[in-house]
């Protein structure tokens, strides 16, 4: 546990490195991805043809037409949003696991911060039989209750995992910067769930950082995955620096 201990600052920075690095490079790629998507469609904004394409099938090989208009629909709903969707909830899903990443390493530094518990996130205090009978050695099977804790977690709203985040980590998680997160999170889940329309349950989650009215679509734009792109960076390195000034001296 000493040297989990020990390393546990610089794990903390060497994970923060690789999120940033990562997430930069979803943004060059996507500012490369869009000018070809306009070159594309503007070779064909002449045309009348059609073209066949190989499409992923079970068993066989299958063709799909799409004529050069319908081409460039499929363009412009990427270069105008769509490419931005999937890439937003891209790195909404890899910040979570930074998150989770940081809770793991932090827990197993202090094993005791297990029994901490808030309201809204359903963690069970009680370790099942199975669980140790099927351990080979202590530490296989806390490692395995601290994966059973964390998907726990994971289940909980973002404002309480964030809470539950804070109580582990002593990471203030009530600055704005979160705030904002908790936004990207409402918007990301509605691109999943809703199509990108907004809803009560968008609404209940961000307050009065909504960007639209109930049956409306949010906007995602270029402006909007910038914003987003930005947050979860220093997001990232906000929880790296309060990690180091929480456990540096240690």
């Known amino acids: 546990m000493e040297e989990i201990k020990k390393s546990l600052v610089s794990e903390v920075a060497r994970?923060?490195?690789?999120?940033?690095?990562?997430?930069?490079?979803?943004?060059?790629?996507v500012q490369q991805a869009i000018p070809l998507l306009h070159e594309a469609k503007n070779e064909i904004e002449v045309s009348k043809g059609s073209r066949r394409y190989y499409i992923p099938s079970v068993g066989t090989k299958q063709i799909a037409q799409r004529?050069?208009?319908?081409?460039?629909?499929?363009y412009d709903k990427f270069i105008d949003r769509e490419l931005y969707e999937n890439f937003i909830v891209t790195a909404v899903s890899r910040f979570e696991f930074?998150?989770?990443q940081v809770l793991r390493l932090v827990i197993s530094a202090y094993?005791?911060?297990?029994?901490?518990?808030?309201?809204?996130?359903q963690t069970s205090r009680s370790v099942p039989l199975d669980l140790l009978l099927d351990s080979s050695d202590l530490q296989e099977a806390f490692d395995?209750?601290?994966?059973?804790?964390?998907?726990?977690?994971?289940?909980a709203t973002p404002r309480s995992y964030l809470e539950y985040f804070s109580n582990i980590t002593a990471v203030d998680t009530s600055r704005p910067i979160f705030v904002d997160y908790?936004?990207?999170?409402?918007?990301?889940d509605l691109i999943i769930h809703n199509s990108g329309i907004v809803n009560e349950v968008y609404l209940s989650k961000v307050g009065d950082r909504k960007r639209g009215n109930v049956g409306e679509e949010t906007e995602i734009?270029?402006?909007?995955?910038s914003h987003c792109i930005a947050t979860l960076k220093r997001l990232a390195r906000t929880i790296n620096r309060d990690i180091e000034r929480n456990f540096g001296k240690d």
């Open 67 to 74: 004529t050069d208009k319908q081409l460039q629909e499929i």
């Open 98 to 100: 930074f998150l989770f």
């Open 144 to 155: 395995r209750i601290v994966s059973k804790r964390l998907y726990e977690v994971l289940y």
């Open 182 to 188: 908790i936004e990207i999170k409402a918007t990301r």
């Open 111 to 121: 094993p005791s911060k297990l029994t901490l518990n808030i309201k809204g996130v």
């Open 15 to 29: 994970l923060q490195r690789r999120f940033v690095h990562i997430t930069n490079n979803t943004y060059i790629f």
């Open 221 to 225: 734009n270029a402006e909007y995955f």
